[in-house]
Every structure is written in C-alpha cells, then in structure tokens.
C-alpha cells in the first residue's frame, strides 16, 4: 500500500498481517518510527520500505504498547543491532511483555510448523527509555509529545502528538479496521475514561491514527468512546444485578454495543475488577 503522508511529515504505512500501522515522523535531525511489526522478518521489510521514505537516518523508535504486532521487530533497531537507537515506550511495557507476550510467543514456538521459523528469531526487546505520565521528544525542528492518559486497551498505551502536524498516533487506544480490541490484561472500566481524557485535548481538524487502520477524526473518537462506555456500563450493570460472569455475554443480549464475540477478554477483566472493589477510571 506504501507511504501515506496523512499529516505534514508524517507517515503511515499499513502493513499485514493485522493489517497493522506503523508511522514515521520527520524532524531535521532524523527520522522517529513508531512501532516495528512482529518479528526481525518483518521489521527488515520495514527498515527496506523506510529507505524508500527517506534518506535521512531512523533516530529513535517509540513503541504505542506492548502487543507483539507493535513491538516484536524492536531487535532491528535497539541495543546490539546496526541502528542501536534508543526506543520508546511506557514504563509499563517490559512488565507486560513478560507476563503476557513472552508467554504467547512461547506458545507459537512449542506448536512449531512454518510459522515457528519466525517466531524462534524473535527476541523480545523492551524499550530502552521508560515513559510514564507524559514526555516532550525533540526531533530538531518539532516535538513529539507522548501521553499516557489511563489504562485501556493495556496498561502501557502511550498517545503520540506531533502538535506543529496537528497529528496523533493512537496505536489500539482506537481502531478502525475492526473493533476496539478486549484481550489479555485490558481494563474495559478505564477504557472509556482514557478516551474521554484524549477528547479534551483533541481539535476538531486534528488527523488521528489509528493502531489498524485508516486515519479518523474527532468524531469517529467520540463515536467509539461511547461504544466502550456503553460495554463498561453493561458490564457493571450485569456484575451488580448479579448476573454470573459466564452468563454476561448471553444476558446482554443485543444491548452491547460491540460483536459480543469479541467481549469475553472484557468481561471477565471487568467482572475481576469490580470484584476486587474498584470502579475503574484511574490515571
Ligand atoms: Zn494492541
């Protein structure tokens, strides 16, 4: 599909499988990619397609979460490889990737066949710059701000803002090629609070991208964050009617606003948050 210039230097090119984002951001001293792909495979395609972008040198790389279609190519760029640039993320990318992404990859390898080829080069790689609350990078001539405004789609998304573009890069804090994604370790309680505090900062003509998918704006945001509020409210309402958890997905019936066959992930997390006494929405 190549490049897509979707805001003044800045870059989305979507890629598959997952049909993933990856964006570049231009500033007079080099290049900023956000997110590598799933594997060392890909991201050497990456790093061929980003010679096909530009000729200036790739400086820092920032991961939006930790999910491995977003960061299991971070080998290519971090410490010991030909770029060796520093990489980005939130602090709590490297607790995440232990808990949840080794395990899966672990998984992949043990089920072998050909895809295993691809998943034994992979060598998780946790960002080498720990972000949390907010952090203002300088490119030369611009800034790239990243933001953690509250848990969501994992604990560990970081929003990039390039203020000068009128640009955000949302990895799956937002997505528009499917649904917002519930997996492991989601919190679908803070989700819609997470997304009601990146509206506040939003203009109306501001380019959003999305982690899968094409560029939205400002009311598609508003539209899916009323689609995740609607599923936490459900899902507090069924937890304190006392509706099992096992039945919540039935007993919702055609009120979730989302494909109740994504919704497990999100229900079972919210069901074991209100359990533990916590209403969710914190930063
Ligand atoms: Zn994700």
Redesign the pocket.
């Known amino acids: 599909m190549g490049w897509h210039e979707v805001a003044d230097g800045v870059f989305q090119r979507r890629y598959n499988p997952l049909d993933v984002s990856v964006c570049v951001v231009r500033g007079s001293d080099g290049l900023a990619v956000v997110d590598t792909r799933s594997s060392p495979w890909q991201a050497d395609e990456l790093l061929a397609d980003l010679r096909e972008l530009s000729r200036e040198p790739v400086r820092w790389v920032i991961n939006t979460?930790a999910?491995f279609?977003?960061c299991f190519g971070n080998q290519r760029f971090g410490p010991g490889s030909d770029l060796d640039v520093p990489i980005y993320g939130h602090v709590g990318v490297p607790g995440y990737l232990d808990r949840y992404e080794r395990p899966l990859l672990a998984g992949w390898i043990a089920r072998g066949g050909e895809q295993a080829k691809e998943w034994l080069e992979v060598v998780v790689t946790p960002p080498t710059e720990l972000v949390s609350g907010q952090y203002s990078l300088d490119l030369g001539d611009r800034a790239l701000r990243m933001l953690h405004l509250g848990r969501g789609?994992?604990d560990n998304d970081l929003l990039l803002h390039i203020p000068g573009a009128g640009a955000w890069l949302l990895?799956?804090v937002i997505e528009e090629s499917g649904p917002p994604?519930y997996?492991a370790g989601c919190f679908p309680l803070d989700w819609p609070v997470t997304v009601d505090r990146l509206l506040v900062l939003l203009a109306d003509g501001d380019v959003l991208v999305p982690?899968h998918g094409r560029p939205v704006g400002k009311p598609f945001v508003r539209a899916q964050q009323e689609q995740l509020a609607g599923v936490a409210g459900l899902i507090r309402e069924l937890h304190g009617a006392g509706v099992p958890a096992g039945r919540a997905a039935e007993a919702g019936g055609d009120r979730w606003p989302l494909p109740v066959d994504g919704l497990a992930p999100a229900i079972e997390a919210g069901y074991a948050q209100l359990s533990r006494g916590e209403r969710g929405g914190a930063p």
């Open positions: 979460h999910h279609d977003h789609h994992t990895g799956d994604c997996g982690g």
